[in-house]
């Protein structure tokens, strides 16, 4: 409500019996405070249900977010995403009580501790490590086979950063080489591939989602597998936004255009695409330091034909129009350039709920891409699903599924 | 770090960067004993770790550990040793020699009379470094007091539950139904705050056990409420340096196994204070087994043999050996003399019970 209006214009009134008006801030606030002060005078009145109840036992619920192994060393990344405090009074590999280091001798609810255990592991030797609380609980880790993690040098984010260009950078611009292949096709044809695109990007978007539902699962001090939830809701309304606001600048400018246009389609698709392949490459950066990711040629080249269709979705709408917001080779950078920051990220900060997130937040922003292609689809007499497109959204799922099948080697 | 100084040590890191290939700890400390390095006591815990990072100890500071400075080289145990006794609530050195031969009369047709006050007492103690362990003990400490009487004599024993729980003592030895300790015959259960007063005679002799019988069984028995039950024979026994040894464990997580293992009630005490014996001066041990998850438990000891009489029950022995093994309840008196002085282990032969706590060392002094 504006300063300026006058008492007769408005039908409601924020008056006090004296007929002063509160600010309204305060009108804003005020339940709030209210709520803070009842609480308040509740916990000093000492009100059943809000003390702790007698002796409930403490409940010891930690999560382990990472394993490494060096030389000697095996390092542990304990979370307590319980209600009460945990301690972690003794370490016992396989039955032998192990000397060890901790960053907190008491981890609070929601903090974590980094456990550094003295142990002489053996190469490929399976390993069962029991972390003894000071209430006499057991949190397990399994290790399937003992192989040295990955040292964290110089080198070691360079080949993170390598890895970020294989999987991302190169197979995307390699994608965009079809390019000369869409402009000859016809208006059907490029309906078809735009089709490939949508059943491509929905494709990504279950399977982030799912592979984030996995990651997020393993603990559940961040709120676990609603994290992805919320990646995917914030990605998808933050690109929603963003759309909407470059066509209120553009219509001002232009007039009245409904659809997105195709180079701020392309735009997007390679935005969409780009969040995507930073959450692709925090998992990748992740495992691999963590040493659950062996790095094989099959991963590389299944990684790279995978998302060398990623490519062919970002060039589809502008096939036969000239990019106007961004030169080809930048759609591909924005597309592919984030699997290296999420393969650095991944290999450094690893943490399950947030890699779970940031999945999430890939597949939010793939599936806005595809709902945003889809108007893109119809032929001149308005059909969304022709057999052309139908077929294309097949072919793209299928295409999908199929190179997805080769990184899981 | 701890109460040792790593200046004097090569780091672990160091010695594993010099022998490149993965050292096996056999190598490292015979390495590191070559060198000279280690004190008498040098590394209880396996090795020192990483050293120079700021890192928090666990909890509770090894510091507070009087004798953090005494470690075995190559052994397995708590960093920073064993808890204290004070700490722990538990001493398993004063355990050993602890007979108790209660209060001694004589009945009027001429007997001796003896008594003894036990209270069921649930009480915390401190098993391992930082680990709690909510107890149940017959007179605040775990095993129970051990028990003495001569073969024939008149027995009471004055039970109070002074627990949250009921509980029993079901003694091992010959007495009627009512006074067994067992739910349902004679007083059965003895609830919260009730008393109970076992009468029997003390018979056959041998070494024996009483534990609490109160169903669930298994964490009745397990919690602490187990003891040592020595029948001297009327005869007596040849003069030696007695002692009980009540092989126990922890099952502090609930689970089907246990996580530390002792004998006396405290895991590796028995590496930072070994038992002190005589050179050729006879040794008793009334060694028991109350270990509840695991099946069998073992006793083996280095550099000697031992006779062994099971369950106590006659004078002939019936194995020289080095190393037997118990079943729950089973018992006996191992009896050896120590031929040369120095330091001997005797553990569990199931390694694993030995690296979770049921190692110790024998100290002989020259005679």
Same mark, same amino acid.
């Given at each position: 409500?504006?300063?300026?209006?006058?008492?007769?214009?408005?039908?409601?009134?924020?008056?006090?019996?004296?007929?002063?008006?509160?600010?309204?801030?305060?009108?804003?606030?005020?339940?709030?405070?209210?709520?803070?002060?009842?609480?308040?005078?509740?916990?000093?009145?000492?009100?059943?249900?809000?003390?702790?109840?007698?002796?409930?036992?403490?409940?010891?619920?930690?999560?382990?977010?990472?394993?490494?192994?060096?030389?000697?060393?095996?390092?542990?990344?304990?979370?307590?995403?319980?209600?009460?405090?945990?301690?972690?009074?003794?370490?016992?590999?396989?039955?032998?009580?192990?000397?060890?280091?901790?960053?907190?001798?008491?981890?609070?609810?929601?903090?974590?501790?980094?456990?550094?255990?003295?142990?002489?592991?053996?190469?490929?030797?399976?390993?069962?490590?029991?972390?003894?609380?000071?209430?006499?609980?057991?949190?397990?880790?399994?290790?399937?086979?003992?192989?040295?993690?990955?040292?964290?040098?110089?080198?070691?984010?360079?080949?993170?950063?390598?890895?970020?260009?294989?999987?991302?950078?190169?197979?995307?611009?390699?994608?965009?080489?079809?390019?000369?292949?869409?402009?000859?096709?016809?208006?059907?044809?490029?309906?078809?591939?735009?089709?490939?695109?949508?059943?491509?990007?929905?494709?990504?978007?279950?399977?982030?989602?799912?592979?984030?539902?996995?990651?997020?699962?393993?603990?559940?001090?961040?709120?676990?597998?609603?994290?992805?939830?919320?990646?995917?809701?914030? $990605?998808?309304?933050?690109?929603?936004? %963003?759309? *909407?606001? &470059?066509? #209120?600048?553009?219509?001002? @400018? /232009? =007039?009245?255009?409904?659809?997105?246009?195709?180079?701020?389609?392309?735009?997007?698709?390679?935005?969409?695409?780009?969040?995507?392949?930073?959450?692709?490459?925090?998992?990748?950066?992740?495992?691999?330091?963590?040493?659950?990711?062996?790095?094989?040629?099959?991963?590389?080249?299944?990684?790279?034909?995978?998302?060398?269709?990623?490519?062919?979705?970002?060039?589809?709408?502008?096939?036969?129009?000239?990019?106007?917001?961004?030169?080809?080779?930048?759609?591909?950078?924005?597309?592919?350039?984030?699997?290296?920051?999420?393969?650095?990220?991944? $290999?450094?900060?690893?943490?399950?709920? %947030?890699? *779970?997130? &940031?999945? #999430?937040?890939?597949?939010? @922003? /793939? =599936?806005?891409?595809?709902?945003?292609?889809?108007?893109?689809?119809?032929?001149?007499?308005?059909?969304?699903?022709?057999?052309?497109?139908?077929?294309?959204?097949?072919?793209?799922?299928?295409?999908?599924?199929?190179?997805?099948?080769?990184?899981?080697? | 770090?701890?109460?040792?100084?790593?200046?004097?040590?090569?780091?672990?890191?160091?010695?594993?960067?010099?022998?490149?290939?993965?050292?096996?700890?056999?190598?490292?400390?015979?390495?590191?004993?070559?060198?000279?390095?280690?004190?008498?006591?040098?590394?209880?815990?396996?090795?020192?770790?990483?050293?120079?990072?700021?890192?928090?100890?666990?909890?509770?500071?090894?510091?507070?550990?009087?004798?953090?400075?005494?470690?075995?080289?190559?052994?397995?145990?708590?960093?920073?040793?064993?808890?204290?006794?004070?700490?722990?609530?538990?001493?398993?050195?004063?355990?050993?020699?602890?007979?108790?031969?209660?209060?001694?009369?004589?009945?009027?047709?001429?007997?001796?009379?003896?008594?003894?006050?036990?209270?069921?007492?649930?009480?915390?103690?401190?098993?391992?470094?930082?680990?709690?362990?909510?107890?149940?003990?017959?007179?605040?400490?775990?095993?129970?007091?051990?028990?003495?009487?001569?073969?024939?004599?008149?027995?009471?024993?004055?039970?109070?539950?002074?627990?949250?729980?009921?509980?029993?003592?079901?003694?091992?030895?010959?007495?009627?139904?009512?006074?067994?300790?067992?739910?349902?015959?004679?007083?059965?259960?003895?609830?919260?705050?009730?008393?109970?007063?076992?009468?029997?005679?003390?018979?056959?002799?041998?070494?024996?056990?009483?534990?609490?019988?109160?169903?669930?069984?298994?964490?009745?028995?397990?919690?602490?409420?187990?003891?040592?039950?020595?029948?001297?024979?009327?005869?007596?026994?040849?003069?030696?340096?007695?002692?009980?040894?009540?092989?126990?464990?922890?099952?502090?997580?609930?689970?089907?196994?246990?996580?530390?293992?002792?004998?006396?009630?405290?895991?590796?005490?028995?590496?930072?204070?070994?038992?002190?014996?005589?050179?050729?001066?006879?040794?008793?041990?009334?060694?028991?087994?109350?270990?509840?998850?695991?099946?069998?438990?073992?006793?083996?000891?280095?550099?000697?043999?031992?006779?062994?009489?099971?369950?106590?029950?006659?004078?002939?022995?019936?194995?020289?050996?080095?190393?037997?093994?118990?079943?729950?309840?089973?018992?006996?008196?191992?009896?050896?003399?120590?031929?040369?002085?120095?330091?001997?282990?005797?553990?569990?032969?199931?390694?694993?019970?030995?690296?979770?706590?049921?190692?110790?060392?024998?100290?002989?002094?020259?005679?």
């Amino acid at each position: 409500m504006s300063t300026d209006a006058t008492p007769e214009q408005k039908p409601y009134q924020d008056l006090t019996p004296e007929g002063r008006r509160l600010p309204r801030w305060f009108l804003g606030l005020a339940p709030l405070i209210l709520s803070a002060i009842v609480l308040g005078l509740l916990s000093l009145a000492q009100a059943p249900g809000l003390a702790r109840l007698g002796d409930v036992p403490p409940r010891e619920e930690v999560a382990i977010e990472s394993v490494r192994l060096s030389a000697g060393q095996i390092e542990l990344v304990a979370r307590n995403e319980g209600p009460d405090p945990v301690s972690i009074a003794q370490v016992n590999v396989s039955d032998y009580f192990a000397a060890f280091t901790q960053s907190r001798a008491v981890i609070d609810p929601l903090q974590a501790t980094t456990i550094k255990v003295t142990y002489d592991w053996v190469e490929g030797d399976p390993y069962e490590i029991a972390l003894i609380t000071s209430a006499g609980g057991k949190i397990l880790v399994a290790i399937a086979a003992a192989a040295r993690s990955p040292e964290k040098e110089p080198s070691f984010f360079a080949l993170m950063a390598l890895l970020g260009v294989y999987v991302g950078v190169i197979p995307v611009i390699l994608g965009m080489l079809w390019l000369p292949f869409v402009r000859r096709s016809s208006g059907a044809w490029v309906r078809g591939l735009l089709g490939f695109t949508v059943g491509l990007l929905a494709f990504l978007g279950f399977d982030a989602t799912i592979e984030g539902w996995e990651l997020a699962s393993q603990t559940g001090a961040f709120g676990g597998p609603l994290v992805v939830l919320l990646g995917v809701m914030l $990605a998808y309304l933050l690109l929603e936004g %963003l759309d *909407g606001w &470059l066509k #209120g600048h553009r219509r001002t @400018a /232009v =007039g009245a255009e409904n659809t997105t246009s195709p180079g701020r389609l392309a735009l997007l698709i390679a935005a969409g695409i780009g969040m995507h392949n930073l959450g692709e490459g925090l998992a990748i950066g992740s495992a691999y330091a963590v040493g659950s990711l062996g790095l094989g040629a099959a991963l590389i080249v299944g990684f790279a034909i995978h998302n060398t269709t990623e490519g062919l979705a970002i060039l589809s709408p502008w096939a036969h129009e000239p990019p106007r917001l961004a030169p080809p080779r930048l759609l591909g950078l924005i597309a592919g350039a984030p699997a290296i920051i999420g393969c650095l990220l991944g $290999a450094t900060v690893y943490q399950p709920t %947030l890699a *779970g997130f &940031l999945l #999430g937040f890939g597949a939010g @922003a /793939v =599936g806005q891409v595809a709902i945003k292609i889809l108007p893109m689809l119809r032929d001149k007499a308005g059909r969304l699903l022709t057999p052309l497109t139908a077929a294309g959204m097949i072919a793209g799922i299928a295409v999908m599924y199929l190179t997805g099948l080769l990184v899981r080697a | 770090m701890y109460g040792w100084s790593s200046s004097k040590l090569p780091s672990r890191r160091a010695v594993l960067s010099g022998a490149a290939a993965a050292a096996a700890v056999p190598a490292l400390s015979a390495l590191a004993l070559t060198a000279g390095a280690l004190p008498e006591h040098g590394g209880h815990g396996p090795s020192e770790p990483g050293s120079g990072v700021p890192e928090a100890p666990p909890t509770p500071s090894p510091r507070d550990a009087p004798h953090a400075d005494q470690r075995h080289a190559g052994h397995a145990g708590f960093q920073g040793g064993s808890v204290p006794p004070e700490r722990a609530g538990i001493d398993p050195t004063a355990i050993l020699r602890d007979f108790d031969r209660g209060r001694v009369s004589t009945l009027p047709d001429g007997r001796t009379l003896r008594e003894w006050d036990l209270v069921a007492i649930d009480k915390d103690f401190e098993v391992a470094p930082g680990v709690t362990f909510p107890g149940w003990s017959y007179n605040g400490r775990i095993p129970g007091p051990s028990l003495w009487a001569q073969e024939g004599d008149a027995l009471r024993i004055h039970f109070s539950n002074a627990g949250a729980h009921p509980h029993t003592i079901h003694f091992h030895g010959v007495h009627p139904a009512e006074m067994d300790g067992t739910p349902g015959i004679g007083a059965g259960s003895i609830l919260p705050g009730q008393t109970f007063t076992y009468e029997f005679d003390a018979i056959p002799f041998g070494t024996h056990l009483y534990h609490c019988h109160q169903s669930p069984l298994a964490p009745h028995i397990a919690k602490g409420l187990y003891g040592a039950f020595i029948i001297e024979p009327k005869q007596g026994r040849p003069p030696a340096d007695d002692m009980v040894m009540v092989m126990n464990g922890y099952n502090t997580d609930g689970g089907d196994d246990n996580e530390f293992y002792s004998v006396n009630g405290l895991p590796f005490h028995f590496m930072d204070f070994p038992v002190q014996v005589t050179q050729h001066e006879l040794v008793r041990i009334h060694l028991i087994n109350v270990l509840e998850y695991d099946p069998i438990n073992s006793f083996h000891i280095h550099g000697n043999f031992f006779h062994y009489y099971p369950t106590g029950t006659m004078l002939t022995p019936s194995e020289f050996t080095d190393t037997i093994s118990q079943v729950q309840g089973q018992r006996g008196i191992v009896e050896l003399r120590f031929p040369y002085p120095g330091k001997f282990m005797f553990h569990a032969h199931k390694t694993e019970f030995a690296e979770l706590g049921w190692m110790g060392f024998f100290e002989v002094r020259p005679a």
